[in-house]
């Protein structure tokens, strides 16, 4: 009895040097992470952030004049000056329609991977012209005139612009950088001709676009009615933002997704762009996403490694007390350590084949070298072999788990119930009073 307290000790120490260690492989995990989103920024940097897409709106300057009566001491109207004053008003599109195709164009850094895309598209919809009574005015008799008006169309980032054109009205207009507005100066505008004489006219406008950014891409509904389509041969698309596509079809050559949003259903009319910088403007998007992420998913499965431990370890006592065997904790250890170089092994072999062969590939070398290592300890073939196929049915199981993300818990919970039911049937007529009194019995290994 003695003895055997001793070895509970002893593998309570090895259980704590053991958890120790598998802090410091997820800290290998956390840091390979680290490394692979300081590439992505990187990436970013030189091509292009993720890109949301707003316009084309109009900008109206206009100025308005009046009179304003200039009075002496006693109230009496001398004369009248002419005062004039400049206003600028956003005018939001009617109509909205964007048709285009997200290729997907892939950047590296090292070992590390992006998902960059390229939109190639179309932009089409109308804008409607104020008339100039419909123009605000600070004084009740003054005179409006419009000055001059700007097409224009924001981008998050306008290193991504590749081509951009505009026909307005018929026309093509010769496109310059930057938005002009406040909170939003980054895209490009085009002065509109003869801007005066467009009042009260609908404009109908067409603005082909490559634009490349990377991850994914946002539209903002500016329009009273906003449509968009988009195809691409990726095809592993996460669909986010305030609306879900209203149609979508994902196959394994790539996806197709169609929206329509009304300005009803939408605040971004009323908030945009002064919202634009919170994010608090109503969009949709579509991401580009790995459907296996190596870093998340070694990150999750290192989550595993202390209950690996546990349950071989626990595994391994329970043989040495059946079959009265005398293992040292040197054993343990080289099997727990065993154990944590499948974790290192998974994240290294990801990076260079993927997770899934990498899993496989770690997986049975641990396996096996547990296996081959337990053929001895255990004194049974047939037992090692038991041994070994339980071994590689759990590390099945925990490759299930992990590609089960919406399951895990329900499913992790099973396998460790399945577990323990299985032990305590197995083990239901053992005698563990008479089984610790004959340890000083335990035959010693060769």
Not at 56 to 66: G, K, P, T
Not at 99 to 109: E, N, Q
Not at 287 to 292: F, H, K, N, R, T
Request: net charge neutral; glycine share 6%; with cysteine.
């Amino acid at each position: 009895m003695r003895s055997f307290l001793f070895k509970m000790l002893m593998i309570s120490v090895l259980a704590v040097l053991l958890f120790v260690a598998g802090t410091m492989v997820r800290g290998v995990v956390a840091d390979r992470m680290m490394n692979r989103d300081v590439a992505r920024q990187s990436i970013s940097e030189s091509l292009a952030e993720s890109q949301t897409l707003a316009g084309v709106v109009l900008r109206v300057q206009y100025s308005e004049h009046w009179l304003q009566p200039v009075a002496d001491k006693e109230g009496r109207v001398l004369r009248q000056e002419a005062r004039s004053t400049r206003h600028e008003m956003l005018v939001l599109p009617e109509t909205l329609a964007l048709d285009g195709s997200l290729i997907s164009d892939p950047r590296r850094r090292g070992i590390f991977h992006i998902n960059a895309y390229v939109l190639s598209g179309r932009l089409a919809g109308t804008l409607k012209m104020p008339k100039v009574d419909e123009l605000s005015h600070s004084q009740p008799d003054s005179t409006l005139r419009i000055e001059s008006a700007d097409a224009v169309l924001a981008v998050s980032d306008p290193r991504g612009l590749r081509k951009l054109a505009l026909k307005l009205d018929g026309h093509e207009l010769a496109l310059e950088p930057g938005t002009g507005l406040a909170p939003l100066r980054s895209g490009a505008h085009a002065e509109v001709p003869e801007a005066d004489k467009l009042a009260g006219k609908t404009l109908a406008f067409e603005m082909p676009l490559d634009l490349a950014g990377t991850d994914s891409f946002s539209m903002v509904p500016l329009a009273r009615d906003t449509s968009a389509s988009l195809t691409s041969r990726w095809p592993h698309p996460s669909f986010g933002g305030r609306f879900l596509p209203e149609s979508r079809t994902i196959s394994d050559t790539g996806f197709e997704a169609q929206w329509h949003v009304s300005a009803l259903a939408s605040n971004a009319r009323q908030n945009w762009p002064e919202g634009a910088s919170s994010r608090s403007v109503d969009a949709f998007s579509v991401s580009l996403v790995d459907p296996v992420d190596i870093y998340s998913m070694s990150d999750r499965a290192t989550k595993y490694a202390e209950l690996f431990i546990a349950l071989t370890l626990g595994a391994f006592l329970l043989f040495e007390l059946l079959r009265r065997l005398n293992l040292h904790p040197m054993n343990y250890l080289l099997i727990s350590a065993s154990l944590l170089i499948f974790f290192l092994m998974l994240l290294s072999l990801s990076e260079q084949i993927g997770f899934g062969l990498a899993y496989l590939s770690a997986a049975s070398a641990c396996v096996l070298l547990i296996g081959f290592y337990s053929a001895h300890l255990l004194r049974s073939l047939w037992l090692a072999t038991g041994f070994t196929l339980g071994l590689g049915a759990l590390y099945g199981a925990l490759y299930v788990i992990l590609l089960s993300e919406q399951n895990a818990l329900l499913m992790g919970s099973l396998l460790i119930f399945a577990l323990l039911a299985s032990v305590m049937v197995g083990t239901r007529k053992v005698d563990w009073n008479a089984l610790l009194a004959v340890r000083s019995e335990v035959k010693p290994l060769d």
